[in-house]
Structures are given as structure tokens and as C-alpha cells.
């Protein structure tokens, strides 16, 4: 047992922790879930003058992880900073102990990406090879990285309200700009939105039949990214109801009144489990809203921990001195 807690860094993070291996750490927390095997994740979002804060916490198995993110969209230009800042704090669940605080940006990345390969891997056509990307900040690396561990992409388009942003994106990664994000949607199998977007940018006429849409940036009930009418069109899973309905894109379409909440055709632990069917054609529309659920931040942080304990991680503090 290693002494004090554990201080893990975002780097750390970055070398323990691979997109593979956190997929397969994200899909089992849903599944065990969905199966009744631990109880559900909670949240609280609280607002400020110029951002937000939100907590969200799980347990699952011998852990319990309580991550705060801070999100202050007007951070890079008032104050240099990160929109995103945070800290998770896992716990032994059997005694209390306090084990590990570690970055929460790191972790948040990679579950969040994470979560949208689990749902690819189920949702998406075994055929799907072109991907479109909505956003390319600090989210777009992992969302892409995560569907290309479940897909083989041949064809990658990226788009960003800020061009420069997304010509830097494209170039890093020797992909193509999409001037038109109405005709790059309809070359595309799976489209993922990772944009803080306050009014729908994905309309439901672009969509194309078949494609797989993930949508990510709305995490709070002032975000959209999804036009309300696709949910009426597409078969619709969520990552949560409850969470959902109040602060995802499903929020907006159930004010809309293009889907009720017996419209939902599943969650995505129901899904994996088993108990309900995925993908079911070749052509079926597939949308899944995703508000980013802490069954991913225990996920991850647990099998952080544990690989920093094999590795002689030595990064630790007495608390209680």
C-alpha cells in the first residue's frame, strides 16, 4: 500500500493511462452498472458570474472518486488559463482513506473520449471508416483518438468555428478541413460534436442514413449542439437519462417536444449489458448524448491509481500531518 496520497499529474496521467485501455476500463463501469452491480453516479452543477463549477461522483468496487471541474469559457484570453480545471479525489470505499488526488483535465479527456469509443464500438456501422469532428479544442485529440481505436478511419474531416484552430487541428493530424459542414456530414459514418455551442450546429436534414452521431459538448442546460428534430428521427441512447433530460441535448428536445423520455430507446450501460439491442441495420440513425457521467471518472481514476502503485509512484502527501 503506498504511504500518504498519491499526488498524480496530468502528465502521469498521460503515461499511465492509454485510450485503449481506458475504453475497456469505461465500457465494464457501465456494464457492472446497467447490471445493478454499483449504484448510480451523482451530480451537482453550481453557476458563477463568469463559469461554472460541477461536481460528479461514483463508486465502483473497492473505490469511490469525486472529481470538481471548474469551466470558465473566457479563461485563455482574460487570464491565460484553461476553460477547464479540476481535481479528482479517490478514496479507498471500504475505509475512507483518502488515495489519490490527481488532474482532472486529463481524466475528463480521456473518459469522455473513452465513452464515445464504447459507444462507436456498439452504435456505429462495423463498416463506418469516415469520420467528421465538430470542434477541435481540447477534446477533439482524445474524441478522435477513442473511435479510431474501435474503427479503421480512412477519412477524417474536422471543423471548428475558428479556422485557424481547426487548419492547425487538420495539419497536425494530415486531415482535411471541411469548408462545408453540411456536405462533409453527408460523406460521413460518424460524426462527433465536441463544441460549447449554445444553439444546434448538426441539423437533422444533414444527417445521413446510417451515420452514427456522437454528441459531446453539452454538458450543462445552456449547450446545444443537435437539432431537437433528429431525436424524433434517430434511435436515441443517452450515457444517462436523468442527466439528459436536464442538462444534454435531449434537455432541448424534450422542451421541443420532439421526444418524450419513453422516446429514449436506451442507455448505453443497457446497451453494453446486453438488455438492449444497438445497432440493428446498416442504415439506422444512431444518435447518443453524451453529458459525461462519473462512472467514467472512477473508471479511469481507479486504474490510474493502481498502475501508479505498481510503478513505485512516490508523489505523495500527509494530509493529516
Not at 83 to 94: C, E, K, S
Not at 132 to 148: I, T
Not at 295 to 304: F, M, N, R
Request: hydrophobic residues 45%; contains cysteine; negative net charge.
Amino acid at each position: 500500500m503506498a504511504a500518504g496520497t498519491l499526488v498524480i499529474t496530468r502528465s502521469d496521467i498521460a503515461a499511465l493511462l492509454g485510450m485503449h485501455d481506458c475504453i475497456d476500463a469505461v465500457e465494464t463501469a457501465f456494464r457492472l452498472h446497467a447490471g445493478g452491480k454499483i449504484g448510480p453516479p451523482g451530480i451537482l452543477g453550481m453557476h458563477v458570474a463568469d463559469g461554472s463549477f460541477h461536481v460528479k461522483a461514483a463508486g465502483l468496487s473497492s473505490y469511490f472518486a469525486a472529481k470538481t471541474n471548474a469551466n470558465f469559457p473566457g479563461n485563455a484570453k482574460a487570464a491565460g488559463l484553461p476553460t477547464i480545471q479540476g481535481a479528482i479525489l479517490l478514496f479507498d470505499a471500504g475505509n475512507g482513506r483518502l488515495l489519490a488526488i490527481m488532474d482532472s483535465a486529463e481524466v475528463t479527456a480521456l473518459r469522455t473520449g473513452a465513452t464515445t469509443g464504447v459507444a462507436a464500438r456498439h452504435l456505429a456501422k462495423r463498416s463506418a471508416s469516415t469520420l467528421l469532428l465538430v470542434g477541435c479544442g481540447a477534446q477533439s485529440a482524445a474524441q478522435l483518438q477513442a473511435v479510431a481505436a474501435v474503427r479503421e478511419l480512412r477519412k477524417v474531416f474536422v471543423s471548428d468555428l475558428d479556422p485557424a484552430r481547426a487548419a492547425r487541428f487538420a495539419g497536425e493530424h494530415g486531415f482535411e478541413v471541411a469548408p462545408d459542414l453540411r456536405a462533409a456530414l453527408e460523406r460521413s459514418d460518424i460524426c462527433v460534436t465536441c463544441t460549447p455551442a449554445r444553439r444546434f450546429i448538426i441539423d437533422a436534414a444533414w444527417v445521413p442514413a446510417g451515420c452514427f452521431v456522437a454528441a459531446v459538448g453539452a454538458d450543462n442546460e445552456g449547450k446545444q449542439e443537435i437539432d431537437p428534430a433528429l431525436f424524433r428521427s434517430a434511435r436515441v441512447v443517452v450515457d444517462s437519462l436523468e442527466q439528459c433530460a436536464q442538462i444534454g441535448d435531449l434537455h432541448h428536445a424534450l422542451d421541443a417536444g420532439t421526444i418524450g423520455r419513453g422516446g429514449v430507446h436506451a442507455s448505453l450501460g443497457e446497451v453494453v449489458a446486453g438488455h438492449k439491442q444497438g445497432r440493428e441495420s446498416e442504415s439506422e440513425t444512431i444518435l447518443f448524448d453524451s453529458t459525461g457521467v462519473a462512472l467514467g471518472d472512477v473508471a479511469a481514476a481507479a486504474l490510474i491509481y493502481e498502475r501508479a502503485v505498481a510503478n513505485g509512484h512516490r508523489t505523495s502527501v500527509q494530509l493529516t500531518a
